[in-house]
């Protein structure tokens, strides 16, 4: 059989695919898979347009109505003064109604709308928890991958070393007691390095239950990177920001605005209600005596209810919703002091993450230093294998502890700027900036 055109051409992309290199993923293409993919922001996607739809519902309260009626009554009548009559009584009716004066109804159309607002306000806020939460579970892959690429760079050092001990045991130079330290030391990070591939795995499932797909490779930090301090500077206008614009805050000062307006929804229930009311209406057969009569009446006028008396209800009404007001205002300033300690908190957690950055790019320098040090002071023999092992543990744990000092400190970023709702896709993508393909960023060094 002679492989048909068609064949020929999904041979030829089967096989450009295959050979097409695999592309690490970034942070922005995770967040565009999370957007699409994450339940949680799905569900506060899905009620907040559930909350819209309580607009279109209190306006409905303002406008007219308009019901049509019609109704069919068989009739058998027998007098005692005449023959028995059947007959089929017969009415169609149209009713208009009309508000022109209900205050209730106008503050519940006020109300529908700052529910909008507050819905609005939760849905940024899951918007912002979910850049949060994908940045923590991408950086904690990357944390992930160093803590195992860390312990196999030092696994192969000890190897290194555990071989130049054997030999230098052989030819009598060193005792057994090098040898063993440095396959003690070999053993214990083989049993780290699998509880670190495990770890590794975990990391991966948790980001790609939030992306909704597999995760592979991830972009890395940029080497030699140079973070920045927030802007503004100044702690005061990070706490006021928060105070003031903190998606949180915003939410519950609307509730608030909500709970004052119940209290004069529920005392308009003492006003007078004013109404249009209409009806056209046609009778046939009414009764007995108008067989085969038919009647049309038309009827537009205006309808006043005035309430006076309701058993105490209105007022019983009244005074819950003023102590759920009470209670909003206090909820309001709850949130405001949560924002406040949580700028605080973010801020003093960034300008701390980039003073310990800085002294663990020291202490890595040091590391190193001091590790050219112990290797040259033991190929002369003024120190011992177990001060070489020591010298290479501190330069990996340095460099792993560097890596996560990093990533803290870009996640404290972030969640400053959530405390003062200001967190979205610019901000992602900012950081984005800083990844580059794990081929050009190696985190571990052999020195």
């Known amino acids: 059989m002679r492989p048909t055109p068609t064949l020929k051409a999904l041979a030829a992309a089967l096989a450009l695919g295959a050979a097409a290199p695999s592309f690490a993923l970034d942070l922005m293409q995770a967040w565009r898979a999370a957007l699409a993919n994450d339940a949680q922001l799905a569900s506060a996607r899905s009620q907040l347009q559930a909350t819209r739809e309580r607009v279109p519902q209190a306006r409905a309260g303002l406008l007219p109505s308009v019901n049509a009626t019609a109704s069919l009554m068989p009739q058998s009548v027998d007098p005692n003064v005449g023959p028995t009559r059947d007959f089929t009584a017969r009415t169609y009716a149209i009713q208009l109604s009309y508000p022109l004066f209900r205050l209730q109804n106008v503050e519940s159309f006020e109300q529908s709308k700052l529910q909008v607002s507050a819905g609005e306000a939760q849905y940024a806020q899951a918007t912002q928890d979910l850049a949060l939460r994908l940045s923590q579970a991408y950086f904690d892959v990357l944390a992930a991958q160093d803590n195992l690429d860390t312990l196999r760079a030092q696994m192969r ?42 770890d590794l795995e975990v990391r991966r499932a948790a980001l790609a239950q939030l992306i909704g797909q597999p995760v592979g490779e991830l972009d890395v930090l940029r080497p030699g990177l140079v973070l920045e301090g927030p802007q503004p500077a100044g702690e005061a206008e990070w706490v006021r920001n928060a105070r003031d614009n903190n998606l949180v805050v915003q939410q519950q000062r609307v509730a608030s605005e909500i709970a004052r307006r119940e209290i004069d929804r529920q005392r308009y229930g003492h006003y007078p209600t004013v109404d249009v009311v209409g009806s056209l209406q046609r009778v046939e057969n009414s009764s007995y005596a108008f067989v085969g009569v038919r009647t049309d009446s038309t009827m537009l006028g205006l309808q006043l209810s005035i309430p006076i008396y309701a058993g105490g209800g209105i007022e019983a009404r009244v005074r819950e919703a003023a102590a759920s007001h009470a209670r909003s205002q206090s909820d309001l300033e709850n949130a405001r002091r949560q924002a406040e300690q949580g700028a605080r908190q973010a801020y003093l957690g960034l300008n701390s993450g980039l003073a310990q950055v800085g002294a663990l790019e020291a202490a890595e320098r040091s590391s190193r230093l001091a590790l050219e040090s112990n290797l040259l002071g033991y190929q002369v023999g003024v120190r011992i294998n177990i001060d070489v092992l020591n010298a290479q543990q501190q330069l990996y744990s340095t460099q792993r502890d560097l890596a996560r000092a990093r990533y803290d400190a870009l996640l404290n970023g972030l969640r400053l700027k959530s405390t003062a709702g200001g967190l979205g896709e610019d901000d992602v993508a900012q950081v984005n900036t800083l990844l580059v393909p794990p081929a050009s960023g190696r985190r571990v060094e052999k020195p």
């Not at 030999?167 to 090098?178: K, P, S």
């Not at 070999?186 to 049993?191: R, T």
């Open 157 to 198: 050092a000890i190897s290194e070393q555990l071989a130049a001990a054997k030999r230098n045991f052989e030819v009598g130079t060193a005792t057994i007691t090098d040898q063993q330290e440095a396959q003690a030391r070999y053993d214990l990070a083989s049993a780290q390095e699998i509880a670190a591939r495990n």
